[in-house]
């Protein structure tokens, strides 16, 4: 069965300054791995994916992820945090072989950036 | 349509009714999600649909909580004999091979 841990309930950064929010998964197969954010009051929101190839997948409002296959993990970053950025954050996972395999998501992170 | 649409967006109900919630997918999506949150509090699945696949239902919390797809389209989400822990955002996300797409929710209230 697949599964995805983000290990930290809470993070707390100041602004400007880079920030990280956890993942790391378990899948029989290949990942294919995503990032949702979830504003106030609001839905889902699709933040970025890797499918294949670099490691290092841009999305938007400028963050970013890093792939890392022998370690399991796929953690969120920024450079440089932004008071907006303050949301609940998701990660998720689903095996890339088989069509119908479906998408197992984290806990969730809040993410509080502070001025 | 262009995104996945849930409707009501609100939804005040008594204690002991039985209520209806209805997703509309994005058009040709084979995959169809519930989902349950609470305020503020992580996703907790309710039931899968891929294609003409048996639905995975293992999440459901109970047997007051049934689902069903008509047509590889159009979901209902049905709880009946309402209870006040049933007070949730019932989310629906629609996807066809990669990411999901999220509809905005049902915010359910029992009173």
């Known amino acids: 069965a697949q599964s995805v841990a983000q290990p930290e309930d809470q993070v707390n950064v100041a602004e400007g300054n880079p920030l990280t929010v956890k993942c790391t998964y378990s899948v029989s197969g290949n990942p294919y791995l995503f990032w949702y954010v979830q504003y106030p009051n609001r839905g889902l929101q699709f933040l970025l994916k890797y499918i294949t190839g670099d490691n290092l997948v841009k999305g938007s409002y400028g963050f970013e992820a890093e792939f890392n296959k022998s370690q399991t993990s796929f953690h969120l970053k920024k450079p440089s945090a932004l008071v907006s950025d303050s949301a609940l954050y998701f990660c998720?996972?689903?095996?890339?072989?088989?069509?119908?395999?479906?998408?197992?998501f984290g806990g969730g992170t809040r993410l509080m950036v502070k001025p | 349509g262009a995104g996945v649409s849930q409707s009501p967006s609100n939804k005040v109900t008594e204690k002991g009714k039985d209520v209806e919630l209805r997703c509309d997918p994005i058009?040709?999506?084979?995959?169809l999600y519930w989902y349950r949150q609470s305020l503020g509090q992580g996703l907790e699945f309710l039931i899968y649909?891929?294609?003409?696949?048996?639905?995975?239902k293992s999440g459901l919390p109970s047997d007051r909580f049934s689902a069903e797809r008509t047509g590889g389209s159009v979901s209902t989400l049905t709880i009946q004999r309402t209870q006040q822990e049933d007070s949730a955002v019932y989310l629906c996300?629609?996807?066809?091979?990669?990411?999901?797409?999220f509809g905005q929710g049902t915010r359910l209230t029992v009173v």
């Open positions: 996300a629609s996807s066809l091979r990669q990411e999901a797409f």
């Open positions: 649909f891929q294609g003409n696949s048996a639905p995975d």
């Open positions: 998720a996972v689903r095996d890339s072989h088989g069509a119908g395999n479906m998408l197992t």
């Open positions: 058009s040709g999506h084979t995959a």
